[in-house]
Structures are given as structure tokens and as C-alpha cells.
């Protein structure tokens, strides 16, 4: 993949159940005949971009996720290294995921996971697949940490939640869908809210400089009003990026570019 050069590619950031809008997002680009030829995620946007690249629709997508509540994602476990873990998304990615190596994908992919043991950003797009893609999605403390080759893996989000870096320089035209707008809480009543809270903040960093690397970038406002592990919002988020897709894409302009 190195040194080729795509025509449109897709960076999605991560948010947890908020990445629902990523579908929506996809779906409004496809109908618009807007086909991202390289995808870039992180978190949430790393498994919405597994099931795209793997050849799952959007809509099917949302299909196969919205069936499961929020403990169908997520499995408690002792609270060593964290309160819960992803064995409910890793079952959903091997019965419908067909590739099980970076390889094996339609369309190519870059994931983005935290070294912790060497605290910097890692940007996956070869070898093994789904545990590369758990890992990109284990917020810290609430979900464990992904050891791949004795190195601990967390979160993309943490250090890079909008992974342009891998693609930038390959792609006449970049698209980014970023989930996380920052609305004001009033309260904090356990230890999982206030986890969420910091997570969502910690990933909005950035992002106004980010955004500037982006010929369409695509951040819904409504979104602040979601939480980040909530899946039974997940058809209204869905929606939410949709429209705001759809809104960006009235501009002839934006047409233009990725026609």
C-alpha cells in the first residue's frame, strides 16, 4: 500500500457507540457516488471501517450491531487492568467479517492502536487482523488492554483520534468524519461516567488543527447530546451523520471535488 496513490480516502475517528454515525456517513457518501478507495480508522471508525472494507454495507452494518445491547458488547472481568472486555464485538467480528488479515480486505485499511508499553501511536494496515482492531477500541480502564507480540495495546484515541498521518500524502482528496463534539455534562454519578467524560474530552484534542487537513470534514453537532456507550441510540446516530452528510454534499463545490 505504501506509495500508492488512491483517489478519495476516508479517515474515521474513534467515539465509541457514537461511531454509528460513521455508517450513516458511508451511506450518504455512497449514494452520492462517493466510494472511498483507502480507509483510516481509529476505534469506533476502525471496526466501522473493517465491516466497509470487508465488503459490508453501511446499512447491513448498522443491521448487525444494533441487534446487541450494550452488555452484548461488553463482558465484565476482574477490575486488574479493566472493568470490562470486547469478547461480545470480537464474536460479532468473526461470525460476519470474512478477512482475517489486513490483506484479505476489499478496499485497504490503516488502524490506528496505543503502544502503552512505549507510549506512542501505531498505525496497523498488514498482518492479523481483528485483535489489532480490539485493541484500537479498548478505552483505558474500562476495557483491557490487547497484547499483540508482548507489547499492551489501547485505544487509538488516546494519542491520535483522527489517523490522517497514514494517508495523507496518499490521496488527492481526504474525507474526515469526526463523532466526538464536547457538550456539557452535570453530572458524574460512578466511575464509568466520569471514564467516558475524560475519554470523549482527551479525544476532542486537536481536532479545530486537525480538521484544516481535510478537503470534506464532517462533525455532526447533535452528537454531543449521545454518549459514547449507548448502542441502543445506534439508529438515531446513525441518522445523525447521515443528514449531516447529506448537508455538506449539497454544496456543489464538495460534489465537484469528489467527482
Known sequence: MAGEIYNTGLVLSGGGTRGFAHLGVLKALNEAGIYPDVVSGTSAGA??????????SPTETLK????????????????????????GIK???????????????????????????NGRPVYFSRGDLLEVVIASASIPVL????????IFYADGGILDNMPVLPIENQCRAIIGSFVNPVGKEKSFHNLIKITERTFTIMMAKEIIEKSRRFNLFISPAEL????????????????????????????????????
Open 47 to 56: 471496526l466501522a471501517g473493517l465491516m466497509y472494507c470487508d465488503g459490508i
Open 64 to 87: 448487525i450491531m444494533k441487534g446487541s445491547r450494550l452488555l452484548n458488547y461488553m463482558r465484565p472481568t476482574m477490575p486488574r487492568d479493566g472493568l470490562l472486555q470486547l469478547s
Open 91 to 117: 464474536k460479532i467480528l468473526e461470525d460476519h467479517v470474512t478477512a482475517r488479515r489486513f490483506e484479505d480486505l476489499k478496499i485497504p485499511l490503516y488502524v490506528s492502536a496505543t503502544d502503552l508499553n
Open 143 to 150: 476495557f483491557k488492554p490487547v497484547v499483540i507480540n508482548d
Open 224 to 259: 454531543r447530546d449521545y454518549g459514547i456507550l449507548n448502542p441502543e441510540d445506534a439508529e438515531d446516530v446513525f441518522r445523525i451523520g447521515y443528514r449531516a452528510t447529506i448537508e455538506k454534499l449539497n454544496d456543489s463545490k464538495v460534489l465537484k471535488l469528489f467527482s
